[in-house]
């Protein structure tokens, strides 16, 4: 098999594992979610008007900071936004071992201290 075929089957292997299938479904789920979409959408628009201010020099009232923080804990409390991220964080870690791997098995060392793990005597993936 050459390289091109095994990349193609290693990104089905991907495609199919647990992780990428968890984060499928939590994204559909996030994406279904009226109450969940609300919140993400306000809480953008508030990010944004915050950002928008601070780059024209402007302050920040408390008022504002307190309605971000409260849209915050409103998502954090949310069951499907909270499952979106929790998929997204193992899918992410998942990932990251897989490119670890990939780079370590080529030898590359990306200018990271103790090679590209970032680590020097482990011998396992974190």
């Not at 968890?22 to 306000?42: H, M, P, R, T, Y």
């Not at 409390?77 to 990932?95: P, S, T, V, W």
């Not at 590359?108 to 793990?117: F, I, M, N, W, Y």
């Amino acid at each position: 098999m050459n390289p091109i075929e095994m990349a193609e089957d290693f990104g089905m292997a991907i495609m199919n594992s647990k992780e990428f299938q968890d984060l499928n479904k939590a994204q559909e789920n996030l994406d279904d979610d009226v109450e969940a979409q609300k919140l993400i959408q306000e809480y953008q628009e508030k990010q944004m008007e915050a950002y928008q201010r601070r780059q024209n020099g402007m302050e920040i009232p408390q008022e504002k900071l307190d309605a971000i923080k409260n849209l915050q804990a409103q998502m954090m409390e949310n069951n499907i936004i909270k499952e979106y991220l929790g998929a997204k964080q193992r899918h992410e870690k998942f990932m990251a071992v897989i490119n670890r791997a990939l780079v370590q098995t080529v030898g590359l060392t990306l200018g990271e201290p103790g090679g590209a793990s970032g680590c020097d005597d482990c011998s396992s993936c974190c």
